[in-house]
């Protein structure tokens, strides 16, 4: 088609087009000449009106031409405007989605969102360590845990020094669950050995505490040493802890304990004792323990009219005390803090005490044990309740604020026999005292609180009570759960790091 555009003189009349379809057209362009000053004769006016209405023909022609030709092409932006739109919205909800996972994913491996979760669950954050006073580092459930270091020896689940640990192959197991937080950890951390101890004289709040060897009054050739510093802890840090203590056991006590045993023959010998006569079979253990149940329990605590000690613990970092407390132990006697355990405080009632035991495993090959122990007496005893060290001659009387520190093992790591000591039964009054053992192989879950086991199924915040073997130990009441009442840990004899 072909598009007249007239040019008058300096007046420009000029039909417009759509640029995007200008292509379409020829375009001519005709001169007229200028008739301002000229005379037009009828034939001219005739010729010119005739021009004109053709003009106006040829427009509304193109005109009507181009509205039927560009309708399609409208048409076709349209949809091309509308197909845009719809790939670009679905571009950017895609997008959307991406980010969505990603973000998913930042917050599943973000440490410290990790660490928020990692609470909530059962880890491998605990251990199998021979036990002082039947007292034993707790280890994770075994459900929920991975363990890529079992121990090829045999924890004893007591302190008899007779008792001598077999190796036992275990073929090691991957659990499920852990934190990888956590197993990255377990990857970088180093062990770090307590081979000795350099007791020296210190300053704490003013007060000046020089070490005093207790020399043995029995001749021997063993590496044990026991020193002895008054006043290590003050009138103040001593009141604070038994309140602490004495405030928890009364909660916790509101609960009667569950009440477990190194073996049957250990229940029936406290049967026994107490003069009662009454067969016991598997039925009164809780599935997969060796717990009594808890009819059982309550009756076994009448038995023996709760005549048992209490410990309550508390770990690293758990309180400003722990802190002070390490480091004055650190300055006085070179342990050190990541060698050590939890914290504990005992306190024993009137004609209670423990039997002779060792705080390490004599003739064991694992060197995840106890090298030393440092007891702090937070009061004064009236009568009874002295540490006895029988095989070295040494007794030492409960004193407000005195510690007693002495090596267990000698510094190639093997349990020393005559570090074998007990604790007098409290005769009149009451004894309290805080203890902490440091170890010779340090490991990853030392001196962190571990998760309660999965069994037995109990009402959270049940206590404990651990009756150990006849012989060498006692029955002592406890407000946290270790693993040494589950048959299938005994059976496998595992030491989870």
């Given at each position: 088609?072909?598009?007249?555009?007239?040019?008058?003189?300096?007046?420009?009349?000029?039909?417009?087009?759509?640029?995007?379809?200008?292509?379409?057209?020829?375009?001519?362009?005709?001169?007229?000449?200028?008739?301002?000053?000229?005379?037009?004769?009828?034939?001219?006016?005739?010729?010119?009106?005739?021009?004109?209405?053709?003009?106006?023909?040829?427009?509304?022609?193109?005109?009507?031409?181009?509205?039927?030709?560009?309708?399609?092409?409208?048409?076709?932006?349209?949809?091309?405007?509308?197909?845009?739109?719809?790939?670009?919205?679905?571009?950017?909800?895609?997008?959307?989605?991406?980010?969505?996972?990603?973000?998913?994913?930042?917050?599943?491996?973000?440490?410290?969102?990790?660490?928020?979760?990692?609470?909530?669950?059962?880890?491998?954050?605990?251990?199998?360590?021979?036990?002082?006073?039947?007292?034993?580092?707790?280890?994770?459930?075994?459900?929920?845990?991975?363990?890529?270091?079992?121990?090829?020896?045999?924890?004893?689940?007591?302190?008899?020094?007779?008792?001598?640990?077999?190796?036992?192959?275990?073929?090691?197991?991957?659990?499920?669950?852990?934190?990888?937080?956590?197993?990255?950890?377990?990857?970088?951390?180093?062990?770090?050995?307590?081979?000795?101890?350099?007791?020296?004289?210190?300053?704490?709040?003013?007060?000046?505490?020089?070490?005093?060897?207790?020399?043995?009054?029995?001749?021997?050739?063993?590496?044990?040493?026991?020193y002895l510093y008054d006043e290590f802890l003050s009138v103040e840090?001593?009141?604070?802890?038994?309140?602490?203590?004495?405030?928890?056991?009364?909660?916790?006590?509101?609960?009667?304990?569950?009440?477990?045993?190194?073996?049957?023959?250990?229940?029936?010998?406290?049967?026994?004792?107490?003069?009662?006569?009454?067969?016991?079979?598997?039925?009164?253990?809780?599935?997969?323990?060796?717990?009594?149940?808890?009819?059982?329990?309550?009756?076994?605590?009448?038995?023996?009219?709760?005549?048992?000690?209490?410990?309550?613990?508390?770990?690293?970092?758990?309180?400003?005390?722990?802190?002070?407390?390490?480091?004055?132990?650190?300055?006085?006697?070179?342990?050190?803090?990541?060698?050590?355990?939890?914290?504990?405080?005992?306190?024993?009632?009137?004609?209670?005490?423990?039997?002779?035991?060792?705080?390490?495993?004599?003739?064991?090959?694992?060197?995840?044990?106890?090298?030393?122990?440092?007891?702090?007496?937070?009061?004064?005893?009236?009568?009874?309740?002295?540490?006895?060290?029988?095989?070295?001659?040494?007794?030492?009387?409960?004193?407000?604020?005195?510690?007693?520190?002495?090596?267990?093992?000698?510094?190639?790591?093997?349990?020393?026999?005559?570090?074998?000591?007990?604790?007098?039964?409290?005769?009149?009054?009451?004894?309290?005292?805080?203890?902490?053992?440091?170890?010779?192989?340090?490991?990853?879950?030392?001196?962190?609180?571990?998760?309660?086991?999965?069994?037995?199924?109990?009402?959270?915040?049940?206590?404990?009570?651990?009756?150990?073997?006849?012989?060498?130990?006692?029955?002592?009441?406890?407000?946290?759960?270790?693993?040494?009442?589950?048959?299938e840990y005994q059976k496998q004899k595992i030491t989870l790091i």
């Amino acid at each position: 088609m072909k598009c007249v555009v007239y040019i008058i003189e300096d007046q420009t009349r000029l039909l417009t087009l759509d640029i995007n379809k200008a292509w379409k057209f020829n375009v001519d362009y005709f001169p007229i000449i200028n008739m301002r000053n000229r005379k037009l004769d009828s034939k001219t006016i005739q010729k010119k009106s005739q021009t004109k209405n053709s003009q106006l023909k040829n427009e509304k022609k193109i005109q009507n031409d181009f509205r039927r030709d560009s309708t399609p092409v409208f048409t076709i932006i349209i949809i091309i405007l509308f197909l845009s739109i719809l790939f670009g919205a679905l571009y950017v909800f895609q997008s959307m989605s991406v980010s969505d996972e990603s973000n998913e994913t930042n917050f599943v491996t973000d440490p410290s969102k990790m660490q928020k979760r990692a609470d909530k669950q059962s880890d491998t954050l605990a251990d199998k360590t021979p036990k002082s006073e039947k007292q034993t580092e707790t280890i994770p459930d075994n459900t929920q845990s991975i363990d890529k270091s079992f121990s090829t020896d045999n924890v004893p689940k007591h302190d008899n020094p007779k008792r001598v640990s077999t190796p036992e192959k275990v073929k090691p197991q991957v659990k499920q669950g852990i934190d990888p937080k956590i197993e990255e950890e377990m990857k970088r951390f180093k062990s770090t050995l307590q081979t000795g101890m350099s007791p020296k004289k210190i300053f704490a709040d003013g007060r000046r505490l020089p070490p005093v060897e207790l020399l043995p009054q029995k001749p021997n050739n063993s590496s044990v040493k026991v020193y002895l510093y008054d006043e290590f802890l003050s009138v103040e840090e001593c009141d604070g802890l038994m309140k602490a203590h004495n405030r928890h056991v009364t909660e916790i006590s509101k609960k009667d304990p569950i009440v477990c045993f190194d073996t049957v023959s250990t229940l029936r010998q406290h049967l026994k004792a107490s003069g009662v006569n009454r067969k016991v079979s598997p039925n009164d253990f809780m599935p997969g323990t060796t717990c009594l149940d808890k009819a059982f329990s309550s009756e076994f605590k009448d038995y023996i009219h709760s005549n048992w000690s209490y410990s309550t613990a508390f770990y690293r970092g758990e309180s400003r005390f722990s802190n002070v407390f390490e480091y004055r132990v650190k300055e006085a006697t070179a342990l050190k803090p990541e060698n050590g355990g939890k914290f504990q405080i005992t306190s024993y009632p009137l004609n209670v005490g423990y039997k002779l035991h060792t705080d390490c495993i004599e003739d064991n090959k694992d060197k995840r044990d106890r090298f030393a122990t440092i007891l702090v007496y937070l009061q004064d005893v009236e009568e009874g309740g002295e540490t006895q060290f029988p095989e070295l001659g040494i007794w030492v009387k409960p004193r407000k604020g005195r510690a007693l520190v002495w090596n267990n093992m000698n510094e190639k790591g093997k349990c020393e026999h005559l570090s074998i000591h007990q604790a007098a039964k409290v005769t009149k009054g009451h004894k309290f005292i805080l203890q902490r053992w440091y170890y010779y192989t340090s490991f990853y879950s030392l001196g962190k609180r571990p998760p309660e086991p999965h069994i037995p199924i109990m009402e959270s915040g049940t206590p404990r009570v651990s009756c150990d073997e006849y012989a060498h130990g006692s029955c002592r009441w406890y407000d946290e759960w270790n693993y040494d009442h589950i048959i299938e840990y005994q059976k496998q004899k595992i030491t989870l790091i």
